[in-house]
């Protein structure tokens, strides 16, 4: 978080008698920020990079890899990092809703950083989950851990399922689809735009001397995910048990776009929960052979947007660079192509580890 512009906000608010429309607001929770408790809040310094110059040609062999590179590019004075998107012969374009396109694909990231949607983790006490079970098989503890039965019950036999259901903290957490928020840009006011691509992560614990032939069975995580394109499911067998902690699942947005469409048939013969644009996603897991789930993350990855309808052919020597933080980068976007002989080098970043207290 930027000191100056926190200070900025801080100075807005308190010139007003009442909450406005700028005040900062959690975007997890949905409160207000506590001025009276800015001081017990952190600053992440600011990235120290290597910048390793590179050829043309080889930055061209990382996109052709699927890499999307974070690049230094040098323009009328200014140093900026960018990540490059497209390189010379391709073609990117923004189709009729804005989200952007290279030759017509939309635009995967490996290495992508994962903007926060949901931390079930955090919502403890007054702060309600909005995970719940279909039919009550599974039922969440203080701590945040869903577990599939009490330790003197037998687990309930089959799939049972997990449904998120999505909240808009910015309008009286209303149900609503999952929207592009980017919760560091404070105090800016913007049209937000629906996600469609979802990743998620949570960490699950065997259940300890359960039939071997059960758990053969029964060895699989299932997540079923809503897109505009149709619901989308895709199983993961469940890793052998590492520590006492439990083992990490993830899956990302490719790992859905990959997965198995699910027809109306199948939904109206197999025990499969309902979904929708505001109840975007289901984990099922058989009690039989899980303990218990927790950490449940829900998170997306970058999507970049632009006046649709947009369209830049990339001439020979000439790239599409475009930041991160997609609402507020000026970029290529509103530049057009950058040149080969203005980009410096590839970023190589190095451990950022140091926290600071913002009043420093």
Same mark, same amino acid.
């Given at each position: 978080m930027d000191a100056e512009h926190w200070r900025s906000v801080q100075s807005r608010i308190a010139t007003s008698g009442k909450p406005t429309r700028s005040a900062p607001r959690c975007w997890h929770c949905g409160k207000l920020v506590d001025l009276e408790s800015a001081s017990s809040l952190t600053r992440i310094n600011p990235d120290v990079v290597t910048v390793v110059a590179t050829s043309a040609r080889q930055i061209q062999s990382r996109l052709d890899r699927g890499e999307k590179p974070l690049v230094v590019v040098k323009r009328? *004075?200014?140093?900026?990092i960018k990540r490059l998107l497209a390189g010379p012969g391709q073609i990117v374009t923004a189709d009729s809703d804005g989200r952007m396109l290279v030759n017509g694909n939309a635009i995967a990231i490996s290495d992508s950083p994962h903007v926060p949607i949901d931390l079930d983790d955090n919502r403890l006490g007054k702060i309600t989950s909005?995970?719940?079970?279909?039919?009550? $098989?599974?039922w969440r503890d203080q701590r945040g851990i869903w577990s599939g039965a009490d330790d003197n019950a037998d687990p309930v036999q089959g799939i049972a399922w997990l449904v998120y259901e999505h909240r808009n903290v910015y309008r009286g957490n209303v149900v609503s689809r999952v929207l592009d928020d980017c919760?560091?840009?404070? *105090?800016l006011n913007r049209r937000m735009n629906p996600v469609d691509e979802i990743g998620l992560t949570f960490v699950i614990q065997h259940r300890g001397g359960a039939d071997a032939e059960v758990v053969q069975a029964d060895n699989l995580v299932h997540v079923m995910v809503w897109t505009e394109s149709g619901i989308r499911i895709v199983s993961s067998s469940i890793p052998d048990q $590492?520590?006492?902690g439990g083992v990490?699942?993830?899956?990302?947005p490719q790992d859905v776009r990959e *997965?198995?469409?699910?027809?109306? $048939?199948?939904?109206?013969?197999?025990?499969?929960?309902?979904?929708?644009?505001?109840?975007?996603?289901?984990? *099922?897991l058989n009690p039989r052979a899980v303990m218990n789930a927790q950490r449940l993350q829900l998170w997306r990855s970058i999507a970049w947007r632009a006046p649709a309808q947009s369209r830049w052919e990339l001439q020979t020597d000439e790239w599409f660079a475009a930041g991160d933080n997609v609402p507020v980068s000026v970029d290529s976007r509103t530049w057009g192509p950058v040149q080969t002989d203005q980009i410096v080098g590839v970023c190589q970043p190095n451990d950022r580890s140091v926290k600071t207290k913002l009043s420093d």
């Open positions: 009328e *004075g200014s140093v900026h909005r995970w719940s079970s279909v039919d009550n $098989s599974w919760p560091a840009n404070l *105090g $590492s520590d006492e990490t699942i993830e899956f990302t *997965g198995e469409t699910i027809t109306e $048939s199948d939904l109206a013969t197999e025990a499969m929960p309902a979904l929708s644009p505001t109840s975007p996603i289901a984990i *099922g």
